[in-house]
């Protein structure tokens, strides 16, 4: 089992940046891929950002343009979201999330963190 608990969400003003993190725990040493999903009030969850555990790889949603960052700290099992240039739209609660397989599902989820943005 792996436990992930996110943090570094808030209310920011549009415009502003923020670092949301994702704490990892338990039976970390099989993770293959983690990514950050989001789900805004009425809408269904949708796919933020992924990366492979080992090699760093990222890849991106085609609506990130490029706002967004995912990083990760091996060493502290942390996954990070950097948003630049925060959007009323980007309002949402983020989600991480991680698997032990190529996938496509994910095995494990966290509670979630709220990111509200005022205009």
């Known amino acids: 089992q792996v436990q992930l608990v996110e943090s570094g969400g808030g209310l920011v003003q549009a415009g502003a940046s923020l670092r949301l993190s994702c704490a990892a725990s338990?039976?970390?040493?099989?993770?293959?891929?983690m990514a950050w999903f989001r789900q805004a009030p009425g809408k269904e969850r949708e796919y933020v950002a992924g990366?492979?555990?080992?090699?760093?790889?990222?890849y991106y949603a085609d609506f990130v343009k490029g706002r967004f960052t995912i990083s990760r700290d091996n060493a502290k099992k942390l996954l990070y979201l950097e948003i630049n240039s925060l959007e009323s739209e980007d309002t949402a609660v983020y989600y991480c999330?991680?698997?032990?397989?190529?996938?496509?599902?994910?095995?494990?989820w966290g509670q979630g963190t709220q990111v509200t943005v005022s205009s």
């Open positions: 999330a991680s698997r032990d397989s190529v996938g496509p599902g994910y095995d494990y």
């Open positions: 990366i492979r555990w080992s090699s760093g790889t990222t």
């Open positions: 338990g039976r970390t040493s099989s993770t293959y891929m």
